[in-house]
């Protein structure tokens, strides 16, 4: 008999898709309501163009600083007014199926949170083709440390990314920092439209250019290394929020919740586990019986985490980032809540 993978079901729900129907779910502008798929995308890309200019205009800043010795291992550094040692850093990853997407066209909410004395950090990572997932986990991982090292009297790192960047985000809960010589300061993450379980995406014609085997998916899941982590190495007291937006596909809606609390119609249940799976504490024949074990699904949510969830109001895949650009948007006062400790 196999120990079972902690309480996976048996057959996750994306796998009784048609071909045709997971394309789709895995297709965030096929979902958007007010505009056209093409018309969403080139929107999308010139409020983050009109926003990184105008950031860029306007606030204190160091742009393409280096954080590694590739090419593309820079980030840009958005200052408040005040001055800003000591201030919260938020840090962002942009999306793009890890495959479009650049920090010169990504600096959304840098106005609003600079506005409110938080320090902005807007990451360039290789994508696809030139990068594969395991570098990219990698160049974030080390665009951390950069930061903490080079402001060590911050106030906080916050990490926030959008799709694609949300999981380059969460692939940070449970980092390990120890090869790195400091251990960020993380207070919080938030987490926006994100893709926790990479397994489908294989499937998908987004997989073209990132060339992901099922092995290397499972390796870079958050879902996945939640559910093999015996320790949280994060401190309990950072908060995460995991975001989706009303008008995103089901299957992000899925991935969102289930990350956040598991699957819907998941029942705990209970399995004998034989002998030799079992740590031998006890001499005599007792350590030779098999045991009952009860089994359920990790997640944020039953791992401990300080987490909440939130289904924001009337926002498709695409506006739940561009609205980071206004000072009064529900997520921009969230994002601020929560880096000020505000109820
Ligand atoms: N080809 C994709 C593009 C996409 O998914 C996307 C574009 C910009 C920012 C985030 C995206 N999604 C996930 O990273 C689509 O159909 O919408």
Partial sequence: MEVPERGRRAEAPWKKLSKEELENQYSPS????RLGAEEALRTYSQIGDEATKRARATRR?????????????????YFPEQVSEASPFCVFFHGGYWQSGSKDTSAFMVNPLTAQGVAVVIV????????????????????????QK??????????????????????MLLADWTKHAVAPNLRGFFLISGIYDLEPIVFTSQNGPLLMTLEDARRNGPQQLLEAALTQPVDP??????????????????????????????QPFIQQIPSE????????????????????TQTLCRGGWNASFEELHDVDHFEIIWKLTQDDYVLTQMILRTIFQEP
């Fill in 237 to 266: 007291a950072c908060h995460v929020l995991v975001i989706v937006g009303q008008h995103d596909s089901p299957e992000f809606s899925r991935q969102s919740r289930e990350f956040y609390q598991g699957p819907q119609d998941h």
């Fill in 124 to 147: 360039a990572y290789d994508i696809a083709p030139k990068g594969t997932l395991d570098q990219m986990v990698d160049q974030v991982t080390r665009s951390i440390v950069y930061i």
């Fill in 150 to 171: 080079q402001y060590p009297r911050n106030e906080g790192i916050y990490l926030c990314g959008h799709s694609a960047g949300a999981h380059l985000a969460a692939m």
């Fill in 30 to 33: 096929r979902w958007v309501i």
């Fill in 277 to 296: 799976h079992l740590l031998q504490v006890r001499q005599g024949p007792a350590a030779s019986r098999s045991c009952l074990a009860l089994f359920s």
């Fill in 61 to 77: 800043n160091r742009l393409h600083v280096p954080y590694g010795d590739g090419e593309g291992e820079n980030l840009d550094i």
